[in-house]
Nanobody, 119 residues
Framework: QVQLVESGGGLVQAGGSLRLSCAASGRTVSTYGMGWFRQAPGNEREFVASITWSLGITSYTDSVKGRFTISRDNAKNTVYLQMNSLKPEDTAVYYC????????????WGQGTQVTVSS
């Protein structure tokens, strides 16, 4: 079993930055794919970014490319999401997720952290 705990959310003005952290515990996630998702009020949860643990290959949704950066620290079992040039439309609850090797879907989810960007 894997537990994921997000932190780093908050209120920021448009154009500002935040760094989200996702700490994994319970077992090592060194072979797991990790991702960030977000859900705004009234919307479905959407993919934001992902990273593979072994090679660090990253992927982003188009709306955050060039502004957000996902990274990981294997030694700390932690994944980060650096968010720059934030926009009001980035306001959402952000969730961290872990995917077992070979799995098509994410198996574990965190509780979420609120990010609010004011205009």
């Amino acid at each position: 079993q894997v537990q994921l705990v997000e932190s780093g959310g908050g209120l920021v003005q448009a154009g500002g930055s935040l760094r989200l952290s996702c700490a994994a515990s319970g077992r090592t996630v060194s072979t797991y794919g990790m991702g960030w998702f977000r859900q705004a009020p009234g919307n479905e949860r959407e993919f934001v970014a992902s990273i593979t643990w072994s090679l660090g290959i990253t992927s982003y949704t188009d709306s955050v490319k060039g502004r957000f950066t996902i990274s990981r620290d294997n030694a700390k079992n932690t994944v980060y999401l650096q968010m720059n040039s934030l926009k009001p439309e980035d306001t959402a609850v952000y969730y961290c997720a872990a995917r077992k090797p070979g799995a098509a879907l994410y198996n574990y989810w965190g509780q979420g952290t609120q990010v609010t960007v004011s205009s």
